[in-house]
């Protein structure tokens, strides 16, 4: 489903040479993300880097095929914004370096496949393995939008919950000043689970709505923004899912699940189930 939607939302899902299949862009994702290592996915330094080659190749060529001719996808729109930043023509690139085009292009594309996929898989395992009897109230849609809120606040896509910023101004947090300038690292995921805000944390109802916004999004000018596509994603799977397959159980101990990990997600790598 995450590569249905991104395919569609990039304009490969199509008969020319834009076609993505599943296959190959797994294979580039898991080379620009860094999935792992060599040894855990089967493929060593060579292949990475000739991964990661013909990905870029791919999108340079998308680029400029969109460039030609523009259509109603997310690529010709960033293309578009792109030039229209830096009045291009046929003589100079755009405002946005061409090759921070390809990378932001390749990355929207990987990421927006690899990050719903490793959420949901993340959300699945939980529900099935620690909260089976929540499982069929999914069902109904106001509960699988609530219950896919607090899973997507709760528990961290990765396991390198730090993001870094660098701060624009003096400010002072704690009793100590942090001087403008200076570079800090911020963990969203324990401001996520602040005991003086969220006391009960994940052992609450699922259905109950969040005591204040979630930061697994972070905020300000470094807003996810993909966060919108991820939240429907995630409640339309869990809720078609839970209607589908009420009965829908894991067989497998959560114990032995084999994990894919990599170092900005952290995922079951499948989930063995039954109805």
């Not at 460039?67 to 030039?83: I, K, M």
């Not at 929207?108 to 393995?129: D, K, P």
């Amino acid at each position: 489903m995450p590569f249905a939607v991104t395919t569609r939302l990039m304009g490969l899902d199509g008969d020319g040479p834009d076609r993505l299949d599943e296959a190959r862009l797994q294979r580039w994702t898991l080379a620009l993300l860094a999935q792992g290592d060599g040894e855990n996915q089967g493929s060593s330094a060579a292949d990475h880097a000739e991964a990661l080659a013909e990905y870029g190749e791919f999108t340079t060529e998308l680029i400029r095929r969109r460039r030609r001719e523009p259509g109603d996808d997310l690529v010709s729109r960033l293309v578009q914004a792109a030039d229209q930043a830096g009045g291009h023509d046929d003589s100079q690139d755009g405002g946005i370096p061409e090759e921070s085009l390809v990378y932001l292009t390749a990355g929207l594309t990987a990421s927006g496949n690899e990050s719903v996929a490793g959420a949901l898989g993340n959300a699945l395992l939980y529900l099935l393995g620690e909260r089976p009897d929540h499982w069929p109230r999914l069902a109904d849609p106001d509960t699988a939008e609530r219950t896919a809120e607090r899973l997507l606040h709760f528990i961290p896509l990765g396991d390198d919950e730090a993001t870094i910023r660098r701060a624009t101004a003096p400010v002072e947090l704690g009793g100590t000043t942090i001087p403008a300038g200076s570079v800090v690292a911020i963990s969203l995921g324990s401001a996520n689970r602040d005991p003086a805000v969220h006391p009960e944390g994940l052992d609450a109802d699922l259905d109950l709505p969040l005591a204040a916004p979630t930061l697994a999004f972070s905020a300000g000018p470094h807003y996810c923004i993909g966060a919108w596509r991820v939240r429907l994603e995630m409640r339309e799977s869990l809720h078609r899912l839970a209607t589908a397959l009420p009965g829908l159980r894991l067989t497998t101990p959560v114990a032995d699940i084999a994990w894919q990990l990599g170092g900005t997600t952290r995922s079951p790598a499948r989930i063995p189930v039954d109805w």
